[in-house]
């Protein structure tokens, strides 16, 4: 069956730096589109980054550019989200989600919180 599974979350002091991983399986990962969504505590999920099937083109929310990177891994069906500099509002649920057409799957969503 499709999973996504995200990992990578945890406490981090302003400032500092995670690397988040999404692990795919049960579905033909280079095809998909891969984006990453965070959801902050008592607000909507938003998008922040995606990344196409081939890894060559990147988009970013202004919130996050120059801050985050989003890459992927064809051959181990992961897409990572590099977050560096960050901020108390970066403080969300982070999910993965993979799209093709009117195909979409959704992973669990790790916690990230940002706090001295």
């Known amino acids: 069956q499709v999973q996504l599974v995200e990992s990578g979350g945890g406490l981090v002091q302003p400032g500092g730096s995670l690397r988040l991983s999404c692990a795919a399986s049960?579905?033909?990962?280079?095809?998909?589109?891969m984006s990453w969504y965070r959801q902050p505590p008592g607000k909507e999920r938003e998008l922040i980054a995606s990344?196409?099937?081939?890894?060559?083109?990147?988009t970013y929310a202004d919130s996050v550019k120059g801050r985050f990177t989003i890459s992927r891994d064809n051959a181990k069906n992961t897409v990572y989200l590099q977050m560096n500099s960050l901020k108390p509002e970066d403080t969300a649920v982070y999910y993965c989600?993979?799209?093709?057409?009117?195909?979409?799957?959704w992973g669990q969503g790790t916690q990230v919180t940002v706090s001295s």
């Open positions: 989600k993979a799209v093709m057409f009117r195909s979409a799957y």
């Open positions: 990344i196409t099937s081939s890894g060559g083109t990147t």
């Open positions: 049960g579905f033909t990962f280079s095809t998909y589109t």
